[in-house]
C-alpha cells in the first residue's frame, strides 16, 4: 500500500566503481526469502557512519562503531530476520564471529568488516545459518547487484528503495547508488532503518563523517511513521575514489557542494521511500514548519504534528479534525509560543487553504475545502511560527487499519 512509491527499475540503478555486491537466502528466520547481503569494497575505500540513538542499541551496532573508528573499511554484512538487540554478550559475539566468518572469506581483517542486523529484537542471531550462507553471497558478488540487496535488507517493507544520480566533479563522472529499508519503528534519531549510499568521489575522511551526519540530519532524522526509535538504526556512507576526480579536502570548495548536494538529494529520496512505504500507510504528509527562532524548534513542532496518533489518524479518515495539529503545536515545548501570531495551512498538490490565524479558527476556512484536499494521497501542513526565519521539514504518513494489523502479526 505504498504510497506514490514505484519499484525501482534493475537498469536505472547504475554500478558504482569499487564496490560488488551478492545476496542470499540464508534462513535466518524465514525460509525461501533473501536474507542475507555481503557488500565488498575496493582497497582505499572510505566509509563514515551515523547510528542509532537508542541506549538499548543492537550488538552490530557497538561493533560497528568500534570497527569504523579503526578506519580502511572492505566490507559490510547484512542480515534479516533477526536484530541481534537485547542479546547482551553473546549477541556481541556472534556479530564478532560474523565478521570473522566474512573477513576469512573475503582475505580480509574482521576488524574490516562491518556488521548490520534488522528484525525481530531479544532473539538470538543464528549465527550458524548466517555463515553457511556467506560462501553463495559471495560467489554472487556483482557490481550490478544494487536491486538484488535492496531487497534482501527489506523486512516489512512491501517495495524495495534504491535510487541512483550521477554529477559531474573535477571533470569527472561520480556515481552515487543507495539503498534503504524500513517502514515501522521509525522516527527521528535514525529509525528501523538501514540505508547505505555508494559512490566513487575521493573524499578525505573528514568531509565524509561531516557530510553522512549533514545528510542524515535533513534526511532519514527527519522522518516518523510511529515515532519508535529502534536499537538498529545505521546510515553508512562509502566513498572508493574510483572516480579520479582530485580528493575533496575543502568544505568551501565547489566540489565539494555538488558532490554534499547529490548525496543529500539521493538520501532524502531514499528517507521519503520509507515514509511512503510506512506500515500501513494511505497518506504521505509533509510537515512545513517556518518563522521559527531556529532550525531545532522547527523540528520541534514538526515532530510533535508528525508523531501524534490522533492526527494521523485523522488524516487517514480524512477527517478535517485540524484542533489536533494545534493541539500537537501547542505541546511541542515552545514555552513562549504566541499563538496569536501562528498561521497554519492545509495543502495537497493542487490547493491549499489557511486553516488558522489569530489564535483559532482562519476566518475564510470553509470545513468542505479541509475534507476535499484531505482527500488526496500527498498532504502538506504548513505552520509558519511568526518568530523567526529558521524553517524545517517533517515527513510522515497517517495510521491505518493495517499499522495495527502488521505489528499485531509482526512475529507470526
Known sequence: MAVNLNLPNPADLLPVPGVR?????????????????????????????????????????????????GGDIRALVINTGVANAGTGEPGLNNAVATCEAVAAQLGVK??????????????????????????????????????????????????????????????????LTGISKGAGMIRPNMATMLGFLACDAAVSQPLLQALVKEAADLSFNSITVDGDTS???????????????????????????????????????????????????????????????????????????????????AFFASDPNLGRILAAIGYAGIDDLDVARLRVWLGNPDESVLVAERGGRAASYQEEAGARIMQHAELTVRIDLARGSAAATVWTCDFSYDYVKINADYRS
Open 231 to 313: 536499537t538498529n538504526d545505521s546510515f553508512i556512507l562509502i566513498a572508493t575514489g574510483q572516480a579520479g576526480n582530485a580528493e575533496i579536502a575543502d568544505a568551501a570548495g565547489a566540489d565539494y557542494k555538488v558532490l554534499r548536494d547529490a548525496v543529500v538529494e539521493v538520501s532524502i529520496a531514499l528517507a521519503q521511500a520509507i515514509v511512503r512505504d510506512g506500515e500501513g500507510a494511505t497518506k504521505f504528509m509533509s510537515i512545513v514548519v517556518e518563522g521559527g527562532k531556529d532550525r531545532e524548534e522547527c523540528r520541534k513542532v514538526g515532530y510533535a504534528v508528525g508523531h501524534s496518533p490522533l492526527v494521523k489518524t
Open 110 to 175: 574482521a576488524a574490516q568488516v562491518l556488521p548490520f542486523s534488522t528484525g525481530v529484537i531479544l532473539e538470538p542471531l543464528p549465527v550458524d545459518r548466517l555463515v553457511a550462507g556467506l560462501p553463495r553471497a559471495i560467489a554472487d558478488l556483482r557490481a550490478d547487484a544494487w536491486f538484488d540487496a535492496a531487497h534482501a535488507i527489506m523486512t516489512t517493507d512491501t517495495l524495495a528503495k534504491a535510487v541512483s544520480r550521477q554529477v559531474q566533479i573535477g571533470g569527472r563522472t561520480v556515481t
Open 21 to 69: 555486491l551478492g545476496v542470499a537466502e540464508a534462513g535466518i528466520r524465514k525460509v525461501n526469502r533473501r536474507d542475507l547481503t555481503v557488500i565488498e569494497l575496493v582497497a582505499g575505500s572510505r566509509a563514515a557512519g551515523v547510528f542509532t540513538q537508542n541506549r538499548f542499541c543492537a550488538a552490530p551496532v557497538q561493533v560497528c562503531r568500534a570497527h569504523l573508528d
